[in-house]
């Protein structure tokens, strides 16, 4: 596997220091403090409260998150890790503005979609509306026949949401000549969410914007009665590859052939900060390597990863994964993916779902336990920075706090911030996290080696798939019209 360094000559820019002390699960244990959390994560914060809201992928509030991590590992730990940098291209994706006026050219609450297609701008699209059937059953406008006899040339359909894909709807909308369509949601109430309409369609669909359940339905019978009505759909979007990067930080001191390694990805959505969603795990492995660093006596190294692009599909950690040489797979031992791990509500879950995963996940359970927590094993799904570790057979565990009401209320909204954690939560997962890493960083004792049969469902080849997928997205960007504005399309 091939890195880049990020800065020249790192010993030369460490702060000097030297680990005196042999490495113990309980001296890491003791390391971890709340309020050295709460400073971690009020930098993070900090930098997206100058960044825009967010420190998302593709936009500068990720750029000075870069910059404070390596601050710390790179610059004031030198001596004690090998840090390197490690960039990938993926597609960006942002509305940076969406508008939609009504009839009587007042402003209608609307909200945008994912890898939504851009208007003509400054002025966007303004056309007759045109009603289409609602359908609770099958879906409405979800299929060729409920588009019969629609002449939607010129025009902006007014479409019900649900059922089925919302890109469905807009391909057989775009099919039927529609400029754009209006999408009103089959619930009371102000949409919301960050629904998406997937890469693979940029090119295909035509603008939308969604607006309550209220104002479509009035429309609708406005149009029912007879009337003609016209609106207007503006949507400033832009999709196009960014360079991102992932951090690597190991131990100088221990076993290159046995590597620990902890994850977290250090992108936001967004919408917000990603305090929670993902600085909590940011920040419990900047306070780890913090605690090892004063340390000696590994007999395995420990590697700290922080992700990039995960909320964009977990690009970074899959990007990694796939450029590990068989050899370098194998060296990696254990993997923990320490992904919200200070949910405000807190679950206590740790992953696990077989011996080879509990033989590391078992640390975290009895830990959590010990200290009165209703901790339960869980299952891993498809959706954090295991996966690409899980694939090539790599045992693995980790933490997780929940996601969404009740657990974390502010999940993907721009209120995960200073106020949506769980002070309490966050530093006992640190902790557990940290024994965990200085129990396996001194012996490997009842680890697995790798699982390479061709039994396991789960392989190199998935992580190289889900990489050609990208890949191919990123050829239709490379050939497809970037955004609706003029001149500088950065954001």
Known sequence: ??????????????????????????????????KNLQNVLWNLNHIANDNGGNRAFGLPGYNASIDFILERVQTRFGNEFDTYVQPFTHLFESTRSISVKGPEGEDVYVITLQYNTATPLPGGITAEL???????????ACFPDQWENIDATGKIALVRRGICAIADKLKLAKAHGALAVILYNNLPGKPIGSATLSADNIGLLVPVGVITQEEGTAWKARLAAGETL????????????????????????????????????????????????????????????????????????????WWGAEESGLIGSLYYGQHLSEEEADRIRFYFNYDMIGSKQPIYAVYADTDAHKTGGSILFDYLQSKGKPVEYGGFGSSSDYVAFLELGIPSSG?????????????????????????????????????????LALSLDGIPPREKSSLNPSSRRAVQRQLNRAAQITKVIDKSHKCGGLGDNTI
């Open 130 to 140: 045109i009603d289409t059937p609602v359908d609770d059953v099958r879906g409405s």
């Open 399 to 439: 933490l997780f706090t929940g996601a969404g009401a009740p657990e974390d209320a502010c999940y993907h909204q721009a209120c995960d911030n200073l106020d949506n954690i769980n002070w309490e939560a966050i530093t006992v997962n640190t902790k557990a996290a940290g024994r965990a890493a200085a129990q």
């Open 230 to 305: 016209t609106a207007t759909l503006v949507v400033d979007s832009v999709n196009e590859n960014r360079e991102s990067w992932n951090i690597i930080s190991e131990t100088k001191e221990g076993d290159p052939n046995n590597v620990i390694l902890l994850g977290a990805h250090l992108d936001s959505v967004q919408a917000g900060a990603g305090v929670n969603d993902d600085g909590s795990g940011t920040a419990g492995l900047l306070e780890l390597a913090t605690s090892f660093r004063k340390y000696k006596g590994f007999k395995n190294k420990v590697r700290f990863a």
């Open 1 to 34: 596997m091939r890195f880049w360094n990020n800065l020249a000559c790192t010993g030369l820019l460490a702060t000097a220091a030297v680990a005196t002390d042999l490495l113990t699960p309980d001296a890491v244990e003791r390391d971890i403090e709340e």
